[in-house]
């Protein structure tokens, strides 16, 4: 096989808690990550010369930067021979929106090219690669919805409600690192206890969202808008908010009475990773199983 194409899904932070903060500055976090059915589709081609082309370039990121290449870059060195690779983004993410596109685009290459270019890593090898490029990309290495701790990469495998979710994006690009390094930043909520029920999300919080909602009055009122339809939540650290819905239907009503000021996207919350679907559709075709 020369040519793959992989989806790299959103992940939503269903709560998302600051436990506490580490002497390097990263911070100990609680969260429950389940994948939306919302994804971004790579194209990759191998290719005779000993290169890494990525196509097209994202608005004010250096290649350099893309997380696509340097997953990429990381792979290159355990191949035993010379086939580059060329590589074809359709973004849908929104971008600083705590879907963590980025990471997923960076995992998803990770898992196309250890296929393409027959390099035999496992799952545990591709991720402390990925960590290198983010806390988010394990997660999508891994594939399965999963309650983390540490700084993300700590992962127990749950089963959530796989609900349909409004996400709604409030129009503006917030950097993670900015909030992370913010004095008013929550970092002391108490850690879970085994009695505490996971997957049961609505009971949580998330520590970044009255902080994000005060620096950003957007996003305070795209969560007034959503909390008409029920709970919602930040994701991540924003700019997405989201509340669920036990039908299609009824999220595609929430959606056509959106406000034009913002951006909304419909998905269905998925414990496995589209991405790994697609991988174990691929193999399971190429043997026969
Ligand atoms: C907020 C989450 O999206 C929750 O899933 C992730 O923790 C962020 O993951 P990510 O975007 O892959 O983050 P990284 O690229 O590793 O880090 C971006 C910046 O966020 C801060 N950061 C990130 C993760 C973490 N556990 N503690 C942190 O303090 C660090 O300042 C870092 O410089
Ligand atoms: N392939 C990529 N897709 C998106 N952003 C990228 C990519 N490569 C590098 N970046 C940089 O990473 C930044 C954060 O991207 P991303 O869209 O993953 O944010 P996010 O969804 O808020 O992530 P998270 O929830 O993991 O914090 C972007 O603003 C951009 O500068």
């Known amino acids: 096989m020369t040519r793959l194409t992989l989806p790299a899904p959103a992940k939503l932070n269903l709560f998302l808690h600051i436990t506490g903060r580490r002497k390097d500055g990263y911070h100990e976090l609680e969260t429950l990550f389940q994948f939306l059915t919302l994804a971004d589709q790579l194209h990759f081609q191998l290719v005779a010369e000993d290169v890494i082309r990525v196509s097209p370039s994202l608005p004010g990121v250096a290649l350099q ?42 995992a998803t290459t990770l898992l196309a090219l250890n296929y393409l270019w027959e390099l035999n890593l496992s799952l545990e090898q591709l991720a402390i690669l990925g960590l290198k490029l983010g806390a988010d990309v394990p997660i999508f290495v891994y594939g399965a919805a999963s309650f983390a701790q540490g700084v993300g990469e700590k992962l127990t495998p749950v089963t959530p409600p796989e609900n349909w979710y409004l996400l709604v994006h409030p129009g503006v690009h917030i950097s993670t690192a900015a909030v992370f390094s913010h004095p008013e930043l929550p970092r002391n909520t108490p850690k879970l206890t085994a009695n505490d029920p996971i997957t049961d999300w609505q009971i949580h919080h998330n520590d970044c969202e009255s902080l994000v909602c005060s620096l950003y009055p957007q996003v305070a009122t795209a969560r007034e808008w959503l909390l008409k339809y029920g709970p919602s939540r930040l994701t991540g650290t924003g700019a997405c908010l989201f509340t669920c819905f036990s039908s299609e239907n009824e999220a595609r009503q929430a959606l056509h009475a959106l406000p034009s000021t913002f951006r909304g996207f419909l998905a269905r919350g998925v414990n496995r990773s589209p991405a790994h679907v697609a991988l174990a559709a691929l193999t399971e075709a190429s043997t026969g199983a």
């Open 65 to 106: 930067d893309h997380l696509v290449f340097r997953a990429a870059q990381l792979l290159a060195p355990y191949r035993s021979d010379a086939r580059g690779i060329q590589i074809e983004i359709e973004k849908n993410l929104p971008m600083g929106g705590g879907v963590g596109g980025g990471s997923s685009d960076a």
